[in-house]
């Protein structure tokens, strides 16, 4: 039996279970980490926490993550995302790549030049893993420092020249593929630029990990929040190959209830369907960060339906951030710290009701301490 929804229902349940119908009791940071959080530019995180924690600020996830409870990684797409320290498997092993497809989807053009140099992609992750987790050590470095330190170790075809540095150095994309071993954390805070400390280090020897539990887990993860969705969405959120994405389905094939969404066969939790059917729905508004894991699903059409404000969502380069209105995409917004300031500017519909404005008002004035300010200066275009 196909369950059929309409768009509204589907968008109410996802936002629902982004926790942006409803804030989550003050300080919980794990609760509201449990999908991963994307933390993209280092700091945007927090604006995605104000949105969904009630009185949130910036001691608590710094609390949260010295205390151990949570821990940033290179996750999905290769990008630093905050998740709960227990859950590092999952968010490793989870998106490791187990077939050439899926490196290569991971690698991107650094994949090309594997194949030019007739070097199998498995066997350099590999390489480069085991001397990332020995160049660390027990120390803390930079990434620009690991990168140097790993690239003097490695033969010079797995270190190919840089246009944008003008240097020999280890692939960007094979760095972060090589941390979904699980072997790499991104240290707390460590001023203003990334540095990296070894999981071991970090939070003791990790269990042992079965890779096809670990990807199950990530996969309900996955289709709690985003659902309904299909194994072609998962894999390109993941960033795996659609082979090794199918795989991973079936292992939960189960569980699942075939669904019809504006006229495309789609899935969700059987478990879900109920409150797919009649979700909470959501009032109030929200500022999210340019790459909030929110807006990662990768139907966007569905997320945000209008042409226009989705190619101002999701641009070549430079995306804004999003404005939720009542639960969907209303609008963009952008802010530039000057001085004590924060400069806020605000692109909404002219129709946009004054409640929401106010809202909007709201949401700005409790980001300034967020990003070090004391004051907002907030300004609407429409």
């Not at 995605?48 to 821990?71: I, P, T």
């Not at 996750?75 to 050439?100: Q, W």
């Not at 071993?181 to 280090?201: D, E, F, K």
Request: with cysteine; charged share 25%.
């Amino acid at each position: 039996m196909t369950t059929r929804v309409e768009r509204a229902q589907a968008i109410a349940f996802r936002v629902a279970r982004h926790d942006l119908a409803r804030r989550r009791p003050p300080g919980d940071v794990e609760g509201a980490v449990a999908g991963g959080l994307q933390d993209t530019p280092l700091g945007a995180v927090r604006v995605s926490l104000h949105a969904r924690v009630e009185g949130f600020d910036a001691g608590v996830l710094e609390r949260a993550l010295h205390d151990k409870r949570v821990v940033e990684l290179w996750a999905m797409r290769g990008a630093p995302h905050v998740v709960p320290a227990r859950d590092v498997a999952l968010f490793t092993a989870g998106i490791d790549a187990r077939d050439d497809d899926s490196l290569r989807a991971k690698l991107a053009s650094f994949a090309g030049h594997l194949e030019r140099a007739g070097i199998a992609p498995g066997d350099a992750i590999a390489r480069v893993a085991a001397e990332v987790d020995d160049v660390l050590g027990d120390a803390t470095m930079t990434k620009p420092e690991l990168s140097t330190a790993v690239s003097r170790r490695l033969p010079p075809e797995l270190v190919p020249w840089c246009d944008a540095c003008k240097v020999h150095h280890v692939s960007e994309s094979a760095l972060r593929t090589a941390a979904h071993r699980g072997s790499v954390l991104v240290a707390p805070w460590a001023g203003r630029h990334v540095a990296l400390v070894r999981t071991a280090t970090w939070l003791g020897s990790p269990r042992a990990v079965d890779t096809d539990e670990a990807r199950r887990a990530l996969l309900v993860r996955y289709l709690e929040r985003f659902a309904p969705s299909t194994p072609g969405d998962f894999a390109e959120w993941c960033n795996v190959g659609p082979a090794d994405a199918r795989r991973t389905w079936e292992l939960v094939a189960g569980d699942l209830a075939r669904v019809e969404l504006d006229g495309r066969a789609v899935f969700a939790r059987a478990a879900d369907v109920a409150e797919l059917e009649s979700p909470p729905q959501p009032r109030g508004v929200r500022l999210l960060p340019a790459h909030d894991s929110y807006l990662s699903a990768r139907d966007r059409v569905t997320i945000v339906p209008d042409d226009a404000l989705r190619k101002q969502v999701w641009r070549t380069i430079g995306n804004p951030g999003a404005v939720l209105v009542d639960g969907e995409v209303a609008g963009t917004w952008r802010g530039r710290k000057k001085g004590a300031s924060l400069e806020v500017s605000v692109r909404v519909a002219a129709h946009t009701t004054r409640a929401a404005r106010a809202g909007i008002e709201d949401e700005t004035a409790a980001l300034a301490p967020l990003r070090g300010c004391s004051r907002v200066r907030l300004s609407f275009d429409g």
